[in-house]
Nanobody
Framework: QVQLVESGGGLVQAGGSLRLSCAAS????????MGWFRQAPGKEREFVAAISWTGDRRYYADSVKGRFTISRDNAENTAYLQMNSLKPEDTAVYYC???????????????WGKGTLVTVSS
């Protein structure tokens, strides 16, 4: 079992950048594929990005390709989401996830953080 805590959310102007962090504890962090999902008001939670346990494979939703970068530091038990060129459409609660599938479905794993709010103003 793993516990996840997100941080780094906040208010940013369109075109700006934020870096989200996901600190993991309670299990072996390096054993899990890590991912980020987000949920905007009135919408379903959607996949954003994922990274393999080795860090050598990364996947992104089409809506964020070229703007967001997922990374991880297994020595620090932390995953990151660097978000550049932010748009108002990126406004959502962002959730860290451990155990995400790297198959085409990008199904979420069983372990979630409580989320961090990202608000992008126009």
């Amino acid at each position: 079992q793993v516990q996840l805590v997100e941080s780094g959310g906040g208010l940013v102007q369109a075109g700006g950048s934020l870096r989200l962090s996901c600190a993991a504890s309670g299990s072996t962090f390096s054993m899990y594929n890590m991912g980020w999902f987000r949920q905007a008001p009135g919408k379903e939670r959607e996949f954003v990005a994922a990274i393999s346990w080795t860090g050598d494979r990364r996947y992104y939703a089409d809506s964020v390709k070229g703007r967001f970068t997922i990374s991880r530091d297994n020595a620090e038990n932390t995953a990151y989401l660097q978000m550049n060129s932010l748009k108002p459409e990126d406004t959502a609660v962002y959730y860290c996830n451990a155990g995400v599938s790297l198959r085409a479905t990008m199904a979420a794993g069983d372990y979630w953080g409580k989320g961090t709010l990202v608000t992008v103003s126009s």
